[in-house]
């Protein structure tokens, strides 16, 4: 006999990407090579033993006001969460009974389909076309809950934004537009929830500000849904110091988009490189490429790209089995990889 709810007792739960110590290049997790804005680390330091002694402020406000100007909406359109998928999880909470089914795309961010499951909810995984491109079935879904990250999770590839539209005005349910890798692209969504009552769209500060040791995360939507979602939050969900943390690298613009095209500008470099090298590169609007090597497999090239310090991503299922996801860290770092591919013989 068991204790779990036969959700839990029948879950397959997510895998993170693993963390070990710091003697690794690690490009498997898509983290930030670079530092966070110079103002993140004065916030930080601002902080005394007093500031740990109270609770923080329980709807995130001056974090929420940086958001607010940040992403050119008013603070009642934003929810902050420790880490946006923390924001994911509330948004299975209040839209999905058990029975109910969220639409995917596939190959996409597997997290979705483990949190409909926790709650008992069926997924259904539209197959993206060969090039990656929406199939046809995807804008006809009814689902409850349909998630799309924008940039795709593992392959980087982008809609457009006559797709998001076509996806929000078809769909009966809630459309969830996940931008953790927005930034890259320098598009967003979030001017459209003016005009589609159902659509969320969720934003990070894990990637393309290298907060992911803070879990900052927020959902824009109306100010409806956004109140919905407030209601089954923890009460003090995102702490003192991400709080102070996250509202500094909102505040600076400037240095996000110098970071930004900094990787941009690597990505595009590295993947050209291995594309000489004879590998399928995957064109990526994200801060990761996903590529297939031309000769051995993906599983012998994270095996062998570990044993010389290399941390990258595989992800063991039937479209992606033979791919590598590779982080872009800095120039340096995305040379000495290039080096190590070169010189490994299969
Ligand atoms: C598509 C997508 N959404 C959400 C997340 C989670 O981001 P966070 O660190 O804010 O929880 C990730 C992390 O890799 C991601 O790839």
Redesign the pocket.
């Known amino acids: 006999m068991s204790f779990f709810r036969p959700e839990i007792e029948a879950l397959e739960p997510y895998v993170p990407?693993r963390q070990p110590g710091r003697d690794v290049i690690k490009l498997n997790?898509?983290e930030n090579p670079y530092p966070p804005a110079p103002g993140v680390r004065a916030a930080l330091a601002a902080l005394d033993a007093d500031d740990m002694r109270l609770y923080p402020s329980a709807v995130s406000e001056r974090l929420r006001a940086e958001a607010a100007s940040a992403f050119g909406v008013s603070s009642d359109w934003i929810i902050a969460?420790n880490?946006?998928?923390?924001?994911?999880a509330w948004i299975v909470r209040v839209f999905l009974d058990r029975g109910d089914e969220i639409a995917v795309v596939d190959p996409?961010?597997t997290?979705y389909e483990v949190l409909a499951a926790m709650q008992g909810a069926r997924t259904r995984r539209h197959p993206l076309s060969d090039t990656y491109a929406l199939p046809a079935a995807f804008f006809g879904a009814k689902a409850k809950v349909t998630f799309l990250?924008n940039p795709?999770?593992q392959t980087g590839t982008l809609f457009p934004e006559e797709a998001i539209r076509r996806l929000c005005a078809g769909s009966p349910g809630i459309v969830v537009i996940?931008e953790?890798?927005g930034d890259f692209a320098g598009v967003t969504m979030m001017p459209l929830v003016r005009e589609h009552g159902n659509l969320i769209v969720?934003r990070?500060?894990?990637?393309a500000q290298s907060l992911?040791g803070m879990?900052?995360?927020f959902a824009v939507s109306t100010p409806a849904i956004i109140a919905g979602l407030c209601k089954v939050k923890d009460s003090y969900n995102v702490n003192v110091a991400s709080q102070a943390a996250g509202a500094a690298a909102l505040a600076d613009g400037a240095y996000l988009r110098a970071t930004v095209a900094k990787i941009v500008a690597t990505r595009e470099r590295f993947a050209a490189a291995l594309a000489r090298l004879g590998w399928r590169v995957v064109p990526s609007a994200a801060n990761f490429v996903l590529v297939a090597p031309p000769r051995g497999t993906a599983r012998e090239w994270l095996d062998a790209l570990e044993a010389k310090g290399f941390l990258v991503r595989h992800f063991n299922t039937p479209r992606l089995d033979n791919m590598l996801r590779i982080s872009i860290g800095t120039d340096e770092q995305m040379h000495a990889l290039r080096a190590c591919i070169d010189a490994l013989r299969f």
Request: hydrophobic fraction near 30%; charge should be negative.
């Open positions: 990407g997790a898509n969460g880490g946006s998928d923390e924001v994911l996409t961010y997290l990250p795709n999770a996940d953790a890798y969720t990070t500060l894990s990637k992911a879990r900052v995360g």
